[in-house]
């Protein structure tokens, strides 16, 4: 069965030090996409970046970037220069087919 | 470009009665999905629609939960009746069809998503 988990209901990161949030996935399927996405308080989804099982080089979106490993099945999300508005919870996600898997989120606090 | 469009943004209503929520996805793309977000369950796909039509509503949890498409630029998710265990976050989200020349061309965009309180 596929599964999303992470680790760390609770973070918190200094203003304008990187983060780096964990995911890790199981699953026997060879052609599959993570994504992140972020969740304000204000409640709505915000896709944040892709990866593609297949894909070589780990994706960047500017500030962020996904640390890819495929052999360890994790996908953590690397956030640089955290800014206030950063804070948020984040889901990771699994797409098999058209159908996205969430993880339980983390979320993040970053401190002035 | 205008994103998912959901309404009403909050609904509040009694047990038994009935709750229409109201989604129109990006222009353009031939994916629509309904998820429902609670603190017990996380995040979980109800159903989707392929070109209007419904492709997997495995996720739907009763039967006092329906979902109609029809036409490309609307969506409706109705329960009735409502109980007070329907109380969630509910979303919609779009996406385009799958390039595969492009991957992550089908990313899924959401809307704000409607909170739903069912007293």
């Known amino acids: 069965?596929?599964?999303?988990?992470?680790?760390?209901?609770?973070?918190?990161?200094?203003?304008k030090e990187a983060v780096t949030l964990d995911c890790t996935y199981d699953t026997s399927d060879q052609s599959y996409g993570l994504f992140w996405y972020k969740q304000p308080s204000?409640?709505?989804?915000?896709?944040?970046?892709?990866?593609?099982?297949?894909?070589?080089?780990n994706a960047t979106e500017g500030r962020y970037?996904?640390?890819f490993q495929k052999a360890r099945k994790s996908a953590n999300l690397?956030?640089?220069?955290?800014?206030?508005?950063?804070?948020?919870?984040?889901f990771c996600a699994m797409k098999r087919s058209y159908k996205l898997i969430f993880g339980s989120g983390t979320r993040l606090l970053v401190r002035p | 470009d205008a994103g998912v469009i959901q309404?009403?943004?909050?609904?509040v209503t009694e047990m038994g009665q009935e709750v229409t929520l109201r989604c129109k996805p990006i222009s353009g793309h031939d994916y629509l999905f309904w998820y429902r977000q609670t603190m017990m369950r996380g995040l979980e796909l109800?159903?989707?629609?392929?070109?209007?039509?419904?492709?997997d509503d495995s996720g739907m949890p009763e039967d006092r939960f329906s979902?109609?498409?029809?036409?490309?630029?609307?969506?409706?998710?109705k329960i009735q009746p409502s109980e007070p265990r329907d109380s969630a976050v509910y979303f919609?989200?779009?996406?385009?069809?799958?390039?595969?020349?492009?991957?992550?061309?089908?990313?899924?965009?959401?809307g704000p998503g409607t909170r739903l309180t069912v007293l």
């Open chain 2, 46 to 55: 109800l159903i989707y629609f392929n070109n209007n039509v419904p492709i």
């Open chain 1, 78 to 90: 690397v956030i640089s220069a955290s800014q206030l508005g950063d804070s948020a919870m984040y």
């Open chain 2, 7 to 11: 309404s009403p943004r909050h609904e």
């Open chain 1, 42 to 57: 204000s409640g709505e989804m915000i896709f944040l970046i892709y990866q593609g099982s297949y894909d070589e080089q």
């Open chain 2, 92 to 110: 919609c989200a779009s996406s385009p069809y799958r390039d595969n020349s492009r991957p992550g061309t089908d990313t899924q965009y959401f």
């Open chain 1, 65 to 67: 970037s996904l640390n």
């Open chain 1, 1 to 15: 069965a596929q599964k999303i988990t992470q680790t760390q209901p609770g973070m918190f990161v200094q203003e």
């Open chain 2, 67 to 77: 979902a109609k498409m029809p036409n490309a630029s609307f969506s409706t998710l």
